[in-house]
């Protein structure tokens, strides 16, 4: 048996799927998945990549929905400087932090919804 995790979920507002869509789909380049019909009927939006073998990230509505401004996933990201960029230019936030974890470059960044997120280049 083999271990890992499948995918994580992160809450947002209801009718927030618009607005994941430019942050998750263009900024991040994840393709965004069809979910099967009897989850699609709650709303959110399932995204997977880059490729087709990478992180899985669901967006589930949250009726009383409160950003996740500390718990977070931690996501590795292979070119961890042409995300930051890419988030800059759409006017994200990215907060280096190189010296917290000797040997690991990473960031963290908001989604629109206000849920942190961070991205580590491979060990």
Do not use: C
């Amino acid at each position: 048996m083999s271990y890992g995790i499948d995918h994580v979920q992160l809450a947002i507002p209801a009718g927030g799927e618009e607005a994941a869509r430019p942050f998750y789909a263009r900024i991040l380049g994840l393709r965004e998945l069809v979910k099967p019909p009897a989850l699609a009927v709650r709303g959110g939006a399932w995204y997977r990549g880059p490729g087709d073998e990478g992180i899985e990230l669901h967006l589930g509505v949250e009726a009383d929905f409160v950003p996740a401004r500390k718990a977070h996933p931690g996501l590795l990201w292979a070119d961890l400087d042409g995300l930051a960029a890419r988030l800059e230019a759409g006017g994200f936030e990215v907060t280096w932090d190189n010296e917290s974890i000797p040997g690991r470059r990473r960031f963290h960044t908001f989604d629109p919804f206000g849920n942190r997120l961070e991205f580590l280049a491979p060990a």
